[in-house]
């Protein structure tokens, strides 16, 4: 999942079909060690599962932003700074809305 280019920070949107949160909390854990990075990934299933993720050193707060995403769809969530996960019934337009938060980052 993520882009060539090591050397520079990468943000991964993703969706993931039928994952359990555990897994998708795993995938975010490994991508954001594995170099500078930022993990916006999420699960659909019979619910949606989110889980955003940074690596140390950078700074997007990943708890407000995924309280941000979740309160616009009546979801909840929380963590902390460096990861956050949380859920909701329904969002339409999964992967946009990944990619926009991506592009708006920092």
């Known amino acids: 999942l993520l882009p060539p280019h090591p050397e520079q920070r990468a943000i ?10 555990a897994d998708v909390r795993g ?10 990075s930022i993990a916006l ?9 989110l889980v955003f993720a940074r690596s140390a050193g950078l700074t997007p707060d990943m708890n407000a ?10 979801g909840r969530g929380g963590g902390r700074p460096e990861m956050a996960q949380g859920g909701c019934d329904r969002i ?6 990944l990619e926009r938060i991506a592009t708006g980052l920092p």
Do not use: F, M, N
């Open 92 to 97: 339409d337009g999964l992967e946009p809305l």
């Open 65 to 74: 932003l995924l309280k941000s995403v979740l309160a616009e769809h009546g």
């Open 12 to 21: 991964t949107p993703a969706v993931l079909d039928r994952r359990d949160a």
């Open 27 to 36: 995938l975010a854990d490994e991508i954001v060690k594995a170099r500078p």
């Open 41 to 49: 990934l999420a699960s659909r299933g019979a619910k949606v599962q």
